[in-house]
T-cell receptor, first 113, second 112 residues
Framework: KQEVTQIPAALSVPEGENLVLNCSFT??????LQWFRQDPGKGLTSLLL?????REQTSGRLNASLDKSSGRSTLYIAASQPGDSATYLC????????????FGAGTRLAVHP | DAGVIQSPRHEVTEMGQEVTLRCKPI?????LFWYRQTMMRGLELLIY????????DSGMPEDRFSAKMPNASFSTLKIQPSEPRDSAVYFC??????????FGPGTRLTVT
């Protein structure tokens, strides 16, 4: 059974710091991994999708890496800003197709000025 | 593109009433997902459709929940009768070809 764990559960940092959020999964037979952002009271916004054949994906100040063999992904946020404050979730699809996603519990990030 | 559209955004109802949540996926997407989010259980997949056909409804809590997708541009999630423990945020998401999932803004349901 696929399980997704995110560490830390919460993080509070001053503006400007570089951050690493961690995601681990128990079944390495995944074909992609997706990182989302959720603002309070809002829906989920897709940040990055990494295919199983890729090692990393970058979008602006965000960089996500994937190590299938060890069942880990990291989301790196460079030069954090107060606007980055949100909950970040990672999700992997169950084997069998159709992109049925299993989510981690999320990391709640607060960036203070 | 308008993204995934959900209605209503907020719903407050009394226990025992029927509740219908609506979703319009992104045009051209062929898979649609219904999720529920609570503080206690996080995000849970309830049911998903591929090409309008229900593929897996194992996440539907019980017979009070039902979902339909009569065409490629519309889906409903119905709860009848509703109970206070159904209070949650319900999200609809869509995707094309098993790639990125795009979520709607959610419906916040409160059952009193």
């Amino acid at each position: 059974k696929q399980e997704v764990t995110q560490i830390p559960a919460a993080l509070s940092v001053p503006e400007g710091e570089n951050l690493v959020l961690n995601c681990s999964f128990t079944d390495s037979a995944i074909y992609n991994l997706q990182w989302f952002r959720q603002d309070p009271g809002k829906g989920l916004t897709s940040l990055l999708l990494i295919q199983s054949s890729q090692r990393e994906q970058t979008s602006g100040r965000l960089n996500a890496s994937l190590d299938k063999s060890s069942g880990r992904s990291t989301l790196y946020i460079a030069a954090s800003q107060p606007g980055d404050s949100a909950t970040y979730l990672c999700a992997v699809p169950l084997s069998g197709g159709y992109n049925k996603l299993i989510f981690g519990a999320g990391t709640r990030l607060a960036v203070h000025p | 593109d308008a993204g995934v559209i959900q209605s209503p955004r907020h719903e407050v109802t009394e226990m025992g009433q029927e509740v219908t949540l609506r979703c319009k996926p992104i045009s051209g997407h062929n898979s649609l997902f219904w999720y529920r989010q609570t503080m206690m259980r996080g995000l849970e997949l309830l049911i998903y459709f591929n090409n309008n056909v229900p593929i897996d409804d194992s996440g539907m809590p019980e017979d009070r929940f039902s979902a339909k997708m009569p065409n490629a541009s519309f889906s409903t999630l119905k709860i009848q009768p509703s109970e206070p423990r159904d209070s949650a945020v319900y999200f609809c998401a869509s995707t094309k070809g098993g790639n990125e999932q795009y979520f709607g803004p959610g419906t916040r349901l409160t059952v009193t």
